[in-house]
């Protein structure tokens, strides 16, 4: 560490405290301050600490054992929650033996398969695939949670010894469940670094992700050792999440949005010192009790307290040293020479994509599913909304898909656009002011980017995590910048060209007209000198910076477009829907699903976006089903589709990493007339298939019939004097 | 020194493997008797790292056979192939960059011989690594690096040591100490299987060698009458 860094870091330490007292004078709640409450809050803060300290090791361990950071810690944590709650409450089971089953069979269990089956094949995937499938897990386990267990039924789970009173520590108590907390966390943390450091289980679990291969040549069980850290894992994600469960309000989505704290601990640790993690845990588990017990943010900033974490994660990824940031590798596999869509061909594509949705909100292409009266109803809201979602998911395009920066807070750009469409257009409506809202975002994004710029890989999408969870916490429940309002719109029907698009099938209409408009701006954009340079980017920031690209600049105008672009988009998003919730629809999962969505159609094809509109497809064919009556099970089915779907789908990117949408070019391509191309990869593709070098064939072993036909082949002997089923069956 | 009636401690039969749907060996035959130091021997690409990725499990081959001590042991995983006695210095600094010196000898222990044995003997090697012991060995030279690596052939007993391109990127006063170690080795009586791409130092210490080009073994014999061929073969002359 130079003294530079340390001069800077001082004066960062300086300047956070100083505004920490500004606030805190200014927002003096004026709960006076005694022993007692002072401890109590102290006791709560730690306890809350402890707790977080569970999640983080988890993550912690799982990182430095196989280098993947799982973001599904805390929905591990919920499900197991939910199932203790279903074996103590509901059925009545001694609470150790539900914690023993919970804990010690099922969460280990869980962090096997996950390995086996998901998380092992992740090693040498790319780093976006490595975070799509690990946030795709996290949202699969929690709609899966809310599947089981009806996620709005109020629930509790009781305290440990809730009974028994506690310790008298001075003036206040401290609940055994507390202390239990408490010694369980640092004794955890203890037995891991013991484990992680004095054994020899532990330096092979490291040796592991530092180098799977030598480590077997050591003698090492390399998958053996991985089912391990992910069992571990698993345990403390479950531990943490029954522990917490009495703490807090008792949802899925409230549970597992506190695993940003645990974040933003592990980050304190450089996500790999487990000491530091826990105490960086124990300090915002204080910070936090404090800060609500002493201060009032007052209404406006009600949820400003719980910003703390992600503001704090931001700032701790911000401002760590960024030499160890390499997760995932440089991924070397022959990857085909990827082909652009050229001018022409974009504009076919779009056409078609616009006659289709001409056709179909006209009711002639309902796919059987609706009836041109549907638009009246409802089912259709779902596809307008899904619309507006392929929209922002369109602004992921430049940005995740050709630049390679990872970006979890669209929703806090498109809010963002929202936000800036209010107060332009008021509640008029008017369509005039949409590109204004994409100029006034764009510096918004280039402001994202700056701290952006240095950061990569995980900490980049870990900073973005935080940014749309801080915009989510403090500056969208402010009164001022989305007022609520009790029923009615708050956002107008747009009016364009005077026209009040006040109906279901025109403003779908005209969201798929600027849909095609920006997927082929981008088309347009990605044959463009400039495109080239993001994807130059991609590909080596060192390479793009030595053959002249100013890659700091680059990476700000491309977070302006994408943050343009998202700004757009949600002025649609927000007047599909009308109003906005600061609660829910901020909520961090809902931009996770954009972003998974995108990924698992092809977040580097700008066509993807329309891969969200299915999902009300999906929605639109159960509520048809329902009507048909007696096929309850596949409504059921279908239901379960569209609440598991997304998470699948990104998990599938484990085992076709390129998106759905590429595939299907794949196949589609070469029935295309003028893509000779594509007909002549497949051909050589097949080609590969191993054929036998003649000249080596029977020196090893004897013929097989197959290798006889393909030596007639190659010999240029007629197919005609072949036998249609080989010589081996006409021997045999 | 190699006796032709024994059973061969490492044995490639008509080895065909390769990455994905590319063959890089098209029917390797290689043999290391007990005690013998052989050098294979070969210009970049020819499949030698390949052919020693065969002999210790990382890479199944298509076709053929590895025989270990007379066993057939294709399909066995490295690992098991590691407890069992193969010791494979890959390419390119074996070692754990972000574990310290000690750690990495640690992880030599899977080998069967205990903690304090590795370190003893590591340590009298090569003095300078326990200086370093509590360093990262990522921090360490690359001549230290090297040795680190070389002191798990040192200090586990293997039956076989197969090592790949020890020389690579070395100082030669680095490379000729490396190479007296392999020399003291190979006088112990351990068999060892040398891959290089340049012959000088390692000509000295085999008593059998093979020229290797495309994918196949072109040519074994002394290492003497091997050494006047190479620059023919190198130079595709051959």
């Given at each position: 560490?130079?003294?530079?860094?340390?001069?800077?870091?001082?004066?960062?330490?300086?300047?956070?405290?100083?505004?920490?007292?500004?606030?805190?004078?200014?927002?003096?709640?004026?709960?006076?301050?005694?022993?007692?409450?002072?401890?109590?809050?102290?006791?709560?803060?730690?306890?809350?600490?402890?707790?977080?300290?569970?999640?983080?090791?988890?993550?912690?361990?799982?990182?430095?054992?196989?280098?993947?950071?799982?973001?599904?810690?805390?929905?591990?944590?919920?499900?197991?929650?939910?199932?203790?709650?279903?074996?103590?409450?509901?059925?009545?089971?001694?609470?150790?033996?539900?914690?023993?089953?919970?804990?010690?069979?099922?969460?280990?269990?869980?962090?096997?398969?996950?390995?086996?089956?998901?998380?092992?094949?992740?090693?040498?995937?790319?780093?976006?695939?490595?975070?799509?499938?690990?946030?795709?897990?996290?949202?699969?386990?929690?709609?899966?949670?809310?599947?089981?267990?009806?996620?709005?039924?109020?629930?509790?789970?009781?305290?440990?010894?809730?009974?028994?009173?506690?310790?008298?520590?001075?003036?206040?108590?401290?609940?055994?469940?507390?202390?239990?907390?408490?010694?369980?966390?640092?004794?955890?943390?203890?037995?891991?670094?013991?484990?992680?450091?004095?054994?020899?289980?532990?330096?092979?679990?490291?040796?592991?992700?530092?180098?799977?291969?030598?480590?077997?040549?050591?003698?090492?069980?390399?998958?053996?050792?991985?089912?391990?850290?992910?069992?571990?894992?698993?345990?403390?994600?479950?531990?943490?999440?029954?522990?917490?469960?009495?703490?807090?309000?008792?949802?899925?989505?409230?549970?597992n949005d506190i695993v940003i704290i645990a974040f933003a601990a592990a980050a304190f640790g450089a996500l790999r010192n487990l000491p530091l993690a826990v105490v960086g845990a124990l300090l915002l588990g204080l910070l936090r009790q404090h800060t609500e017990t002493w201060l009032n943010f007052g209404t406006n900033f009600s949820k400003a307290h719980l910003g703390i974490a992600p503001l704090l994660l931001?700032?701790?990824?911000?401002?760590?040293?960024?030499?160890?940031?390499?997760?995932?590798?440089?991924?070397?596999?022959?990857?085909?020479?990827?082909?652009?869509?050229?001018?022409?061909?974009?504009?076919?594509?779009?056409?078609?994509?616009?006659?289709?949705?001409?056709?179909?909100?006209?009711?002639?292409?309902?796919?059987?599913?609706?009836?041109?009266?549907?638009?009246?109803?409802?089912?259709?809201?779902?596809?307008?909304?899904?619309?507006?979602?392929?929209?922002?998911?369109?602004?992921?395009?430049?940005?995740?898909?050709?630049?390679?920066?990872?970006?979890?807070?669209?929703?806090?750009?498109?809010?963002?656009?929202?936000?800036?469409?209010?107060?332009?257009?008021?509640?008029?409506?008017?369509?005039?002011?949409?590109?204004?809202?994409?100029?006034?975002?764009?510096?918004?994004?280039?402001?994202?980017?700056?701290?952006?710029?240095?950061?990569?890989?995980?900490?980049?999408?870990?900073?973005?995590?935080?940014?749309?969870?801080?915009?989510?916490?403090?500056?969208?429940?402010?009164?001022?910048?989305?007022?609520?309002?009790?029923?009615?719109?708050?956002?107008?029907?747009?009016?364009?060209?005077?026209?009040?698009?006040?109906?279901?099938?025109?403003?779908?209409?005209?969201?798929?007209?600027?849909?095609?408009?920006?997927?082929?701006?981008?088309?347009?954009?990605?044959?463009?000198?400039?495109?080239?340079?993001?994807?130059?980017?991609?590909?080596?920031?060192?390479?793009?910076?030595?053959?002249?690209?100013?890659?700091?600049?680059?990476?700000?105008?491309?977070?302006?477009?994408?943050?343009?672009?998202?700004?757009?988009?949600?002025?649609?998003?927000?007047?599909?829907?009308?109003?906005?919730?600061?609660?829910?629809?901020?909520?961090?999962?809902?931009?996770?699903?954009?972003?998974?969505?995108?990924?698992?159609?092809?977040?580097?094809?700008?066509?993807?976006?329309?891969?969200?509109?299915?999902?009300?497809?999906?929605?639109?064919?159960?509520?048809?089903?329902?009507?048909?009556?007696?096929?309850?099970?596949?409504?059921?089915?279908?239901?379960?589709?569209?609440?598991?779907?997304?998470?699948?789908?990104?998990?599938?990117?484990?085992?076709?990493?390129?998106?759905a949408i590429f595939e299907m070019g794949r196949g589609f391509s070469p029935i295309l007339p003028w893509r000779s191309d594509a007909r002549a990869e497949i051909a050589a593709e097949n080609a590969q298939k191993r054929e036998p070098e003649i000249g080596e064939l029977g020196l090893e072993r004897p013929f097989t019939p197959e290798e006889v036909i393909a030596i007639d082949r190659r010999l240029g002997i007629?197919?005609?004097?072949?036998?249609?089923?080989?010589?081996?069956?006409?021997?045999? | 020194?190699?006796?032709?009636?024994?059973?061969?401690?490492?044995?490639?039969?008509?080895?065909?493997?390769?990455?994905?749907?590319?063959?890089?060996?098209?029917?390797?035959?290689?043999?290391?008797?007990?005690?013998?130091?052989?050098?294979?021997?070969?210009?970049?690409?020819?499949?030698?790292?390949?052919?020693?990725?065969?002999?210790?499990?990382?890479?199944?081959?298509?076709?053929?056979?590895?025989?270990?001590?007379?066993?057939?042991?294709?399909?066995?995983?490295?690992?098991?192939?590691?407890?069992?006695?193969?010791?494979?210095?890959?390419?390119?600094?074996?070692?754990?960059?972000?574990?310290?010196?000690?750690?990495?000898?640690?992880?030599?222990?899977?080998?069967?011989?205990?903690?304090?044995?590795?370190?003893?003997?590591?340590?009298?090697?090569?003095?300078?690594?326990?200086?370093?012991?509590?360093?990262?060995?990522?921090?360490?030279?690359?001549?230290?690096?090297?040795?680190?690596?070389?002191?798990?052939?040192?200090?586990?007993?293997?039956?076989?040591?197969?090592?790949?391109?020890?020389?690579?990127?070395?100082?030669?006063?680095?490379?000729?100490?490396?190479?007296?170690?392999?020399?003291?080795?190979?006088?112990?009586?351990?068999?060892?299987?040398?891959?290089?791409?340049?012959?000088?130092?390692?000509?000295?210490?085999?008593?059998?060698?093979?020229?290797?080009?495309?994918?196949?073994?072109?040519?074994?014999?002394?290492?003497?009458?091997?050494?006047?061929?190479?620059?023919?073969?190198?130079?595709?002359?051959?």
């Amino acid at each position: 560490m130079t003294f530079g860094l340390r001069r800077s870091v001082v004066v960062t330490a300086v300047v956070a405290v100083a505004i920490a007292t500004v606030i805190a004078v200014f927002t003096w709640a004026g709960t006076p301050v005694t022993a007692k409450t002072f401890l109590n809050a102290t006791y709560i803060g730690l306890t809350l600490g402890a707790l977080w300290a569970m999640y983080a090791t988890g993550l912690v361990v799982v990182y430095t054992t196989t280098g993947v950071f799982n973001f599904a810690q805390g929905a591990i944590g919920v499900f197991g929650a939910f199932f203790y709650w279903e074996l103590q409450m509901n059925r009545g089971w001694h609470p150790i033996l539900a914690l023993f089953v919970v804990v010690f069979l099922f969460a280990p269990l869980l962090g096997i398969c996950l390995d086996v089956l998901v998380m092992r094949r992740l090693r040498t995937a790319p780093l976006v695939v490595q975070l799509m499938v690990t946030v795709g897990m996290m949202v699969f386990l929690i709609s899966l949670v809310g599947t089981i267990w009806n996620a709005n039924t109020p629930r509790w789970v009781n305290a440990f010894f809730k009974d028994s009173g506690g310790i008298d520590l001075g003036p206040a108590q401290l609940t055994w469940h507390r202390f239990i907390v408490f010694v369980t966390a640092v004794v955890v943390a203890v037995i891991l670094r013991f484990l992680l450091y004095k054994t020899r289980i532990g330096t092979a679990m490291r040796a592991v992700v530092d180098n799977r291969e030598l480590a077997a040549l050591n003698g090492a069980r390399p998958n053996m050792v991985s089912s391990l850290a992910w069992a571990i894992g698993s345990m403390l994600g479950a531990l943490g999440g029954i522990l917490i469960a009495s703490e807090l309000e008792f949802n899925p989505s409230n549970l597992n949005d506190i695993v940003i704290i645990a974040f933003a601990a592990a980050a304190f640790g450089a996500l790999r010192n487990l000491p530091l993690a826990v105490v960086g845990a124990l300090l915002l588990g204080l910070l936090r009790q404090h800060t609500e017990t002493w201060l009032n943010f007052g209404t406006n900033f009600s949820k400003a307290h719980l910003g703390i974490a992600p503001l704090l994660l931001f700032a701790v990824v911000v401002a760590l040293p960024q030499a160890r940031l390499e997760v995932g590798r440089v991924v070397s596999n022959l990857r085909r020479r990827e082909r652009y869509t050229n001018w022409w061909e974009g504009l076919i594509g779009c056409g078609a994509l616009m006659l289709c949705a001409v056709m179909f909100s006209g009711g002639w292409l309902n796919f059987g599913i609706w009836d041109p009266e549907a638009w009246g109803g409802p089912a259709l809201n779902s596809a307008n909304a899904a619309m507006a979602l392929a929209l922002i998911g369109l602004s992921l395009v430049p940005l995740i898909g050709w630049a390679g920066q990872v970006n979890f807070a669209p929703l806090a750009f498109a809010g963002f656009g929202a936000f800036v469409y209010l107060k332009l257009a008021g509640d008029t409506g008017n369509g005039y002011w949409i590109p204004l809202v994409g100029l006034i975002c764009a510096p918004l994004g280039a402001l994202v980017a700056l701290p952006a710029a240095r950061l990569r890989g995980l900490y980049l999408a870990l900073m973005s995590m935080a940014f749309a969870q801080g915009m989510a916490l403090i500056f969208f429940p402010h009164e001022w910048v989305i007022p609520r309002i009790g029923v009615g719109r708050q956002f107008s029907h747009i009016e364009l060209f005077g026209i009040t698009f006040d109906d279901r099938r025109g403003y779908f209409l005209l969201m798929m007209s600027v849909f095609v408009i920006g997927v082929y701006g981008l088309v347009l954009l990605r044959n463009s000198r400039y495109g080239r340079r993001w994807m130059a980017m991609h590909g080596s920031q060192a390479a793009a910076a030595t053959v002249g690209i100013p890659v700091v600049q680059t990476k700000v105008v491309v977070y302006a477009v994408s943050a343009s672009l998202a700004g757009m988009a949600g002025v649609f998003w927000a007047t599909v829907a009308g109003n906005l919730s600061a609660g829910q629809d901020f909520d961090l999962l809902n931009g996770f699903q954009i972003v998974l969505l995108i990924a698992a159609a092809g977040v580097s094809i700008p066509m993807a976006g329309i891969f969200l509109v299915f999902t009300p497809l999906f929605t639109g064919l159960s509520h048809r089903l329902e009507d048909t009556g007696n096929v309850g099970f596949l409504v059921e089915i279908l239901d379960q589709l569209v609440v598991l779907g997304p998470g699948l789908l990104a998990i599938g990117m484990v085992f076709n990493p390129r998106g759905a949408i590429f595939e299907m070019g794949r196949g589609f391509s070469p029935i295309l007339p003028w893509r000779s191309d594509a007909r002549a990869e497949i051909a050589a593709e097949n080609a590969q298939k191993r054929e036998p070098e003649i000249g080596e064939l029977g020196l090893e072993r004897p013929f097989t019939p197959e290798e006889v036909i393909a030596i007639d082949r190659r010999l240029g002997i007629l197919d005609e004097v072949v036998p249609k089923e080989g010589y081996g069956a006409a021997r045999s | 020194m190699s006796d032709e009636t024994a059973t061969p401690l490492l044995e490639l039969l008509g080895i065909r493997a390769g990455y994905g749907t590319i063959d890089v060996l098209h029917g390797v035959d290689l043999r290391v008797m007990p005690g013998q130091v052989y050098a294979l021997l070969g210009p970049n690409g020819a499949g030698k790292t390949t052919t020693l990725g065969v002999a210790s499990g990382q890479i199944q081959p298509h076709a053929g056979s590895v025989l270990l001590d007379g066993h057939e042991v294709n399909g066995v995983s490295p690992d098991r192939l590691a407890r069992a006695g193969v010791c494979l210095i890959p390419e390119g600094r074996g070692i754990f960059p972000n574990l310290s010196v000690a750690e990495n000898l640690r992880m030599s222990t899977y080998a069967g011989v205990s903690y304090k044995q590795v370190q003893e003997r590591a340590f009298a090697q090569f003095p300078r690594l326990q200086e370093r012991r509590n360093q990262m060995a990522g921090t360490l030279s690359g001549g230290e690096q090297q040795m680190l690596a070389m002191s798990r052939a040192l200090s586990t007993d293997p039956a076989i040591l197969m090592l790949d391109e020890l020389s690579m990127g070395l100082a030669p006063i680095i490379v000729e100490e490396l190479y007296e170690q392999v020399a003291s080795l190979a006088e112990a009586g351990l068999s060892i299987l040398i891959v290089e791409q340049f012959a000088q130092a390692v000509l000295g210490v085999a008593n059998e060698a093979a020229i290797m080009l495309h994918g196949r073994i072109q040519r074994t014999g002394p290492p003497a009458e091997i050494a006047e061929e190479l620059t023919a073969a190198y130079l595709g002359m051959s």
